[in-house]
């Protein structure tokens, strides 16, 4: 079926409205009609080729939620009618030891949303910034938040589960004083996933302007990180520290705020690399550096069901299609509180 997107035929070119066409959903496929994508910061660095090996056209969006409109005869998790996500994933081997653990995002054969290599037309994933898309039921997730609050949810699909998966996984919880770093798209849904988890949460931001609203999101204490006085109140008092910030910068600053055993996770992944930390900030402690790739579809479940019943969902900007290249330049600016969602009606007009 031919369905109306938005991408880019080449990194140094703006998006604009493109025609592409979706497979007749098989037996296990589910087809979405999506309602929103949200705008991630994967996105602009993938469509402007600031990472390596971006094709094109490129279709970008791996926020995407909607209400499923068609299913394969061996269909059996989703129904038409249903309202669902699909995140950066929509493929993987299925049988490997990462597939059989549900970290599909660890398989060494995942197909991403977008840019990866599929059987279909045109020969690689279009994204979210489309009409409709087509995929298998395993990568097709619940949505259990009140349909008003559809096009908040989106962002959770990355976002959320970008920073869900590493707070589960360094057991981030009550008792727990942790950092989170960089106050955007993965930054907010970090500070109020910590909180529900009932850490004590320090927001670490270089935008005085974000000084009240981090606190508005629930963290507890904000730190502007250029203030050397405001850092050094914190010097050995975090466990864990997740860091967001889609740019190079001077990751030494932020060890010195970890404890003994403290570890920093990096999440964001910018086109190029930080300045190498300095050894004795890691070895005087015993402080451990970690990366962090979104999260498995179980786990992105289990933290759309959390963030339902915890009431969490995006503080998002709602755009049409057409606005899309003024949004990456304001998201390049910091100005969007805090994620950016298109409103994928919008494609139709
Ligand atoms: P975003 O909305 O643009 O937020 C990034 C934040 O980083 C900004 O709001 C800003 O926060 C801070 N920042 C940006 N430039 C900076 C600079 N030069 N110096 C210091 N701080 C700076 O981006 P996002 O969508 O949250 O994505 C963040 C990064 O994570 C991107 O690199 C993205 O590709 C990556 N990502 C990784 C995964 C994964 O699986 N690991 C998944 C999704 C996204 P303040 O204004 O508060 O300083
Ligand atoms: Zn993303």
Known sequence: MIIKAYGAHAGNLPLEPLDITRRAPGAHDV???IAYCGVCHSDLHQVRAEWAGTIYPCV???EIVGRVSAVGAQVSRHRVGDLVGVGCIVESCQHCAECDDGLENYCN????????PTPDAPGHTLGGYSQQIVVHERYVL??????????AVAPLLCAGITTYSPLRHWKVGPGHKIGVVGIGGLGH?????????????VAFTTSESKRA???ALGAHEVVVSRNADEMAAHAQSLDFILNTVAAPHDLDAFFALLKRDGTMTLVGAPASPHPAPAVFNLIMKRRSLAGSMIGGIPETQEMLDFCA??????DIEMIRAD?????????LKGDVKYRFVIDCASLAA
């Open 31 to 33: 087809r979405i009609d």
């Open 60 to 62: 970008p969006g791996h």
């Open 109 to 116: 054969h995942m197909v991403g949303t977008y840019n990866a």
């Open 142 to 151: 619940r949505v259990r938040h009140p349909e008003a609050q559809l096009a």
């Open 189 to 201: 849904m970090g500070i109020k996933i910590a909180h529900a988890m009932g850490a004590h949460v």
């Open 213 to 215: 609203a981090a606190k």
């Open 309 to 314: 019943e915890h009431d969490i969902v995006a």
């Open 323 to 331: 606005q899309i290249n003024t949004a990456y330049d304001r998201m």
